[in-house]
């Protein structure tokens, strides 16, 4: 049997990405700090638990950004895939960090429900009103790269989710000023906890996945067994293995089956194939093990294992 490894060049961040976590990041530092001493002084709660919301975006830009810069070194003798799946996790736990948020403004409203809280609509309306600009701005920056990898999606889907908040203090400020319908505040509070709920069970779903080893969304197992097997020689591909390196880069192993009469050339032809029409597929890294005979027991245009 023979074996092939496949290696590219490690991805590393780029630069307008990490432009964009550094940005946001000062961004919402500056803008937390003059919402809690505003809402502090104002005696509004809605105002210092939003500080607290934008708070925790300040922590997950700068675990995204931590992943990313970890991703990028060299691997090691204790840990031969480097630090890629950093990202993974980061993306993980921006999930999990979302779902506490979304906990945490419900449980807010249903106390609000019940004791209403007294709230001076007009400076909470502009404060907030600030917030949806700042956030609104920075999720802007990683709108365009938001679909390529899984942690950006992260921090625009956390950065988007502040900026819902902000929007539902700005009009539960305005109608509160013009009603004095104090529960209106949190009827928006629990509207904008469902909004963010749902944006995130997408994430949640798919850094689960990853970090169980399993098939990355943008993978089809399907394609990837027809793209073996129209090889002209090929007579099985099974075993397959396919994961995440990380929210970026995705592995394959595998074992081609081969027609006994094929020459060393030939099977080196189906291999570098085999690895083009992989890489087109969303898998970058591959390991492939060739062979001119099948495993006991299999029949020939076995599937995965």
Known sequence: MEHHHHNHQHHTLPAHIGRAFIAGIILNIVFVAVEFIVGFSLGSLSLMTDAGHNLSDVGSLALSLAAFKLSALKPRKQYTYGFKKTTILASLFNAILLLLVVGAILTEAIGRFRNPVDIRGIPVAIVAFVGIIINGITALLFFRDKDRDLNIKGAYLHLLADALVSVGVVAGGLIIYYTGLQWIDALLSVIIALVILIS??????????????????????????????????????????????????????????????????????????????????????????TGRELPEGHKSDCEHS
């Open 200 to 289: 995130t069970y997408g994430l949640l779903k798919d850094s689960l996945r990853m970090s169980l080893d399993g098939v990355p969304k943008n993978v089809d197992t399907g394609k990837v067994h027809t793209a073996a097997m129209s090889i002209p020689g090929v007579v099985a591909f099974h075993h397959i293995h396919i994961w995440a390196l990380s929210t970026t880069e995705n592995a394959l192993t595998g074992h081609v089956v081969v027609q006994p009469e094929l020459q060393e050339s030939d099977i080196e032809a189906i291999r570098q194939e085999l690895k083009h029409r992989l890489a087109h597929l969303n898998i970058v890294h591959s390991t492939l093990e």
